[in-house]
């Protein structure tokens, strides 16, 4: 079997290097791109000529604007932009010479496969099948999903459904399940996974909240009772209260969903609320922080651990709220490159904005001030600082008393939104 794959970005590109150990693959992406793993063609016709399925993995972005580095709540809601897949859509419909299964990878709202794309492809079978990827983790994710979603116009166990079923199989690790239902319900599925992970992480973070304004509380206690809660509160995932939510995908799928809501007149903004919740927790953490100094270092600019991209960082919008509040800001971050620039004053409040495994060794003065969200931090030997596990306001962890001399402390749980 011959798959074409158009779309070779940050997700595509690692996916169609995975299927390439398995099957022939044929690559083509407007931009220039090589790998040594396939064939990369600069004629989108030669692919469709060759390929007996075709997947499509290009963006369906918002405008710049709307990352989750800033503040977004108060923007107009907003659809995804679906140009490219539109584009891609007509084009390959146009050239194929017989009726050939297209899988299309890319997140939408829920029906906007019946309404925008089907009219553009009289000559194609198409398949919606979202990944349950993280930027990162690609590869590994790809092969250990928690779920393979695939759509079809019915959501019936059909031929095509079947088809796609077997192309997996071979790839996966995990023996995944597979979850067959219409393209509705497939959109449905990846955008509200996506947005559940959202809403768990606001929620936690508002247990935050309530321990920092009520006092003699550890929001960690409250959140492990509720993680352990397995019979009716899922599964402990992100049940770890710290920075709020944020990466390329989940700030825009709560502001699409809110788009939807108002579509279809729900009378109800659930999503809304998350978002305006996500930046609230956020500004109410940099009031917070800059009660401890107005020179602060941020340690961690990307959106999560050992990644680079700072798409939706929650460390830039918490900074962002800083300089609102006059602080100077400045990041330290491995995986960005950012280092601490040198003129500025040695007298400052760190704040650490994800855990890697770098974080420890940070450059670090005798009296500065450590605020960690993720309440992980012990004093190195010889390094004497106040620290502040923000979120644990038991009376005898107030910031007001000098922490021991520790090792850091150890922490399994995850390091941060994914």
Known sequence: MTIGFVGLGKLGLPVAEVMAEHYQVIGYDVERRSTSKFQVVSDLGELTKKADMIFVAVPTPHSPDYGGEKP??????????????????????????????????????????????????????????????????????????EMVIIGTEKGEQSQEAQMLIDFYRPMMNNDPRYVVGTWDEGEAIKIFYNTFISAKISLVNMIQDVAEKSGNMDVDV?????ADSTYRITSAAYMKAGMGDGGPCHPRDNIALRFLSEKLDLGYDLFGSIMHSREIQAQNMAKSVIQHGKHICIVGKA????????????????????????????????????????????????????????????????????????????????????????????????????????????????????
């Open 72 to 145: 977004i709540n108060h923007l107009p809601n907003q659809d995804f932009d679906y140009t490219a897949v539109i584009e891609v859509l007509e084009q390959v419909n146009a050239l194929v010479t017989k009726k050939v299964p297209l899988v299309l990878i890319s997140t939408v709202l829920p029906g906007t496969i019946r309404e925008q794309f089907l009219p553009k492809c009289s000559n194609l079978q198409f398949i919606y099948n979202p990944y349950l990827i993280a930027m990162g983790t690609v590869k590994s994710d790809f092969v250990n999903p």
């Open 303 to 418: 959106y999560k651990p050992q990644v680079s991209l700072t798409d939706g960082s929650y460390s830039l919008l918490v900074g962002h709220y800083l300089k609102e509040l006059g602080a100077e800001v400045c990041y330290y971050d491995e995986n960005t490159n950012d280092k601490i620039p040198t003129d500025f004053p040695k007298s400052r409040v760190y704040l650490i904005g994800y855990w890697d495994t770098w974080t420890q060794n940070i450059p670090i003065d005798d009296n500065s001030i450590v605020i960690d969200p993720w309440r992980r931090w012990s004093n190195p030997k010889d390094i004497h600082c106040k620290v502040v596990h923000y979120g644990n306001t038991r009376q005898f962890q107030s910031p007001s008393v000098k922490e021991p001399n520790l090792r850091l402390a150890t922490d399994h749980s995850p390091p941060g939104p994914s």
């Open 222 to 226: 409250v959140s492990k009772a509720l």
